[in-house]
């Protein structure tokens, strides 16, 4: 079960466990809705504003409001994991919506039970029953995918989906490394063609990524080279961090053998085996494999990285203004409990959270008002007038030198919903993360339940505790 301090609604059904789960959370990750309430009730509704899903037994039926028969939109993060099921009629699917035609409906289900979730509030997503139901195929399982990922569907207009995807395109690097200057690390670019930003989109669908078209290889192959050049020429063969304009491939570690190695052995050197002190240790491992030193390890990330997919596909579909590159950024240790997200409204610096956090970091309390008062400061004296004339509100993620001398710019976000709000709600608390006043956050304790908030394919790895023998 999951429990936060906010206002909690029950979820619960005979014969089955309960689950209580706050609506702050279901309203910041609803994918923990769908894969902990899902996999615990057969008997489930969802509603979003007039748009009903219900789960009854093994069957997904799809209902609308009785005084609402138009087309049915979707929200985004509900569409990876249905979007299967909307093949039945003649379904008209657009960019901004996915469009159903309703069908006699079944004979009557045995009465549902109780709605599971009650509203809690006037605002945000949901939870109730209903009677009018549609037909719809069973929804495939998944694995849960990362949904920090650019906004791709339930957009009204054509011309939203083309403003939002450019406010994400203006975040890109490439728009504020330079204005920043010391005060983020040495960075160099690789130019990406269309062409190139097309084999990374291809790539990623493909099963077998050594047995990818003679072409595409040699894209990865002239990729790979020019990234070890830069190493060698610009970095001195230093140790490098690389990405694209827009994120990293920080996904992609858990596709690969080494993570498991070094996450066993950070929990080894541990004498602590908790469940906090296994994230912590995976932290400390995802961290390490965004440490480059071969071109080809980059390339073999970029291969397996959703991001990097959904990225290129995002800058694709604003051909007139693609300008994407690799980029390789001085390597810099940092620990994962030193790294920091704000939020910057108008030129104020609003909110403060600790970036990685799931996992409860000791330290911080004991530093937090030494954190509060110099990244302030930093960004008072050091960053905010460097932007102020370009940017007026962005997500800024800060970073200490492991040593704590120094302080870092590590990238800049869009000011959006899709961008993570680490502690903060950008469903409850945006007048907060807009208007202030300044509030930080840290975890103060060890969040029971964090780890169920994770990625499906990093939470199987936290059940080794580095007791036994690696396979």
Request: hydrophobic letters at 40%; proline letters at 6%; charged letters at 25%.
């Amino acid at each position: 079960s999951v429990q936060n301090d906010e206002k909690s609604s029950c979820c619960e059904h005979q014969g089955c466990c309960r689950a209580r789960l706050s609506f702050q959370t279901l309203c910041d990750s609803p994918r923990l809705l769908l894969e902990m309430c899902l996999r615990r009730h057969k008997h489930l509704t969802l509603r979003h504003g007039n748009r009903w899903l219900l789960r009854h037994g093994n069957r997904w039926l799809h209902s609308l409001h009785p005084h609402n028969t138009n087309n049915l939109s979707f929200p985004s993060w509900l569409l990876p994991s249905v979007q299967e099921t909307f093949k039945q009629t003649t379904p008209t699917t657009t960019a901004a919506n996915t469009a159903m035609t309703a069908v006699p409906p079944p004979p009557p289900p045995a009465p549902a039970p109780a709605p599971l979730l009650q509203q809690a509030q006037t605002t945000g997503d949901t939870v109730q029953s209903h009677s009018h139901l549609l037909r719809l195929k069973p929804v495939p399982k998944e694995k849960l995918r990362d949904f920090s990922a650019p906004k791709m569907s339930g957009f009204a207009t054509e011309a939203d989906v083309s403003r939002y995807q450019n406010v994400v395109l203006d975040a890109n690097i490439e728009h504020w490394v330079k204005l920043l200057g010391p005060t983020t690390f040495r960075t160099e670019f690789l130019p990406l063609t269309k062409e190139d930003a097309r084999v990374f989109e291809a790539a990623y669908h493909a099963e077998d990524k050594a047995a990818l078209p003679a072409e595409a290889q040699a894209v990865v192959t002239r990729l790979a080279a020019a990234i070890d050049d830069v190493i060698e020429t610009k970095f001195g063969g230093s140790p490098v961090f690389v990405k694209t304009s827009s994120r990293s491939a920080k996904d992609a570690a858990v596709a690969q053998r080494r993570l498991r190695t070094l996450y066993r052995q950070y929990i080894g050197e541990s004498p602590d085996k908790s469940v906090n002190a296994r994230i912590i240790a995976l932290l400390k491992a995802g961290t390490e494999m965004l440490c480059v030193r071969r071109g080809v390890d980059a390339m073999e990330a970029f291969l397996h990285s959703e991001r990097i997919m959904q990225d290129m596909k995002l800058a694709l579909m604003q051909e007139q203004r693609f300008h994407e590159n690799l980029v390789v950024r001085e390597w810099v240790p940092m620990d994962v409990d030193m790294e920091f997200r704000g939020f910057v409204a108008n030129g104020a610096l609003n909110a403060l959270s600790q970036y990685n956090h799931l996992a409860f970091f000791p330290r911080l309390a004991e530093l937090s008002g030494s954190i509060v008062a110099r990244v302030r400061e930093f960004f008072a004296t050091e960053v905010r007038h460097r932007l102020c004339d370009h940017f007026g509100s962005y997500v800024i993620d800060f970073g200490f030198s492991v040593d704590m001398e120094q302080i870092f710019v590590i990238e800049l976000n869009p000011f959006l919903e899709t961008t993570d709000g680490a502690m903060f709600s950008w469903n409850n608390e945006r007048e907060l993360l807009e208007h202030g006043p300044f509030e930080f956050r840290f975890r103060e304790k060890v969040a029971h339940g964090a780890a169920a908030l994770m990625q499906s394919d990093w939470r199987d790895l936290l059940a080794d505790d580095g007791s036994q023998e690696s396979e």
